[in-house]
């Protein structure tokens, strides 16, 4: 039949993931299986993820994770069309375990093997779960990655903004820690900041007002931590004023740099009748920046389309779909020899 069905395998960071995805012929995707298992409680004494652990974790991990999620679709891999893991970028250590893995499978059961760029697979992960022609806008925003991407089709990625420093959940993590908060940061400091004082602290919004859409949060962070100097010993309503104040310098960053994207957006494509921002990464999570975002759309008549936090964070259905994609637009699987990279724009 024209239904493709594909194992996805996520392995780039620290959640080990494997997913059974179908796409029927009108185009259509349906999640059959998918498992995440998260290495937190592994590296959270650390601050930080640790490579040597993740990739050893991730090994131990994978085997079970493809039975489990074969077997919630009800399925043997004599019943798949493909495999698709995740090959960069990412941790080398954890990208080996993961495409090592798709490639031991493609071989032994003689199917292809789509290599999947992570990015992709945050790009692509909207067209799952909402109906969404190309061309699209879509803004990643996780620990790894801050990124303002045109998705103009499968395969056809243009970047027009990125971080030139640190990550925005990166600049979430730091300002945690910075603050005596635990990790992951994001969601400490949007709790903390729900009885902040926004107003209190007037932090730097860098680059509003560029005509280039990049984007910098490591002068955001320099700010928290003289704002937490500058009045030591620091209370907890200190904190809450301090993440308050933070968020809100976030949410006006993006204003500007998103509404200038969304200016170009409609420049280029004037005759897109409904034009669509996307979201992706963990930092998708805090309800204000959302709220942010839903509202500068709504400004601007774009749609915004925010999928399932289960799938704005990392997975394998996301990697799935995004071989799937690649599949239904008739581009070759890879070569067995495809190496990982753990550097891949
Ligand atoms: O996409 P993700 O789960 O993993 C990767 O980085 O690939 O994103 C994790 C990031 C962390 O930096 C975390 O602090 C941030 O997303 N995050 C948040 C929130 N929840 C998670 N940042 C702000 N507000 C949140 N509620
Ligand atoms: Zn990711």
Known sequence: ??????L????SCD????????????????ILGDVVLSQLDEHSAYGGVVPEIAARAHVEALDDLIRQALAKANMTLAD????????????????????????AIARATAKPLYAVNHLEGHALTARLTDKLDFPYLMLLVSGGHT??????????????????????????????????LPYPGGPAVERAAASGNADRF??????????????????????????????????RQDVADICAS?????????????????ERFRQEFPDVSQPALVVAGGVAANKVLR????ELCDRNRFRFVAPPLALCTDNAAMIAWAGLERMAAGLAADELSVSPRSRWP
């Open 291 to 294: 709220a942010t975002l839903q």
């Open 15 to 30: 959640e080990t993931a494997a997913a059974v995805v179908v796409r029927d012929e009108a185009g259509q995707g349906t």
């Open 246 to 262: 933070f968020q809100k310098a976030v949410s006006r960053t993006l204003q500007d740099r998103i509404g200038r994207g969304l």
């Open 147 to 180: 990124q303002l991407v045109l998705v103009r089709g499968v395969g056809e990625y243009e970047r027009w903004g990125t971080t030139i420093d640190d990550a925005l959940g990166e600049a979430f993590d730091k300002t945690a820690k910075l603050l005596g």
């Open 80 to 103: 798949i069309d493909a495999i698709a893991a995740t090959s960069g970028p990412g941790l080398i250590g954890g990208l080996i375990v993961g495409l090592m893995t798709g490639k």
């Open 8 to 11: 996805g395998i996520e392995t």
């Open 1 to 6: 039949s024209s239904h493709l069905t594909i």
């Open 202 to 235: 007037s932090f730097p919004r860098p680059l509003v007002g560029e005509k280039r859409l990049d984007f910098s949060f490591s002068g955001l962070k320099t700010a928290v931590r003289q704002a937490a100097q500058s009045i030591a010993p620091v209370s």
